[in-house]
C-alpha cells in the first residue's frame, strides 16, 4: 500500500506539470567546455552550457533549435535540478557525457525529459 501511495504521488505531480515546449540539440564539442575551458562531467551541465551557447554566446550547431525557457539565465541555473525530477536513461546521460549526439529536450515547468535521438561515436571530447 505504501509503494502504491508514493508511486500515485510522483505521477500526480508530473500530472500538474504544465508543458512549455520542445526543441532539439545537438551537443558539439563547445558544449562540453564551460567559459573558461572546463571539461564538464554532467549531463546537465552539457545541456545547460548547449542552451548557454545557444541564446547568449550565439554558438549553435545545426541541428539546435530555439527554445520558450532557457533564454533566461534563472530558468537555466535551475536545469539540472529540472533534470534530476524528469526523465533520462543512463545510456542517454553517458551518450551526452561522452559523445556528441542530438538530442529531444521536453520542457516543463518543473522538469525536463531528455531523449538522444542519434547517437555520434565519441567524437575528439578530451
Known sequence: M????ILAMILGSFASARYIGTYYAKLGVSDHFNSHGTRLTKASAIIRQDRYNFHIRGIRDAADTWDPFFDSKHNRSVLERMLRRGNASRSALNA????????????????INV???RSVPKSSIR
Open 115 to 117: 531523449k538522444v535521438l
Open 2 to 5: 505504501k509503494k502504491f501511495l
Open 96 to 111: 551526452i557525457v561522452n559523445g556528441t549526439p542530438l538530442i529531444k529536450v521536453t520542457v516543463y515547468d518543473d522538469h
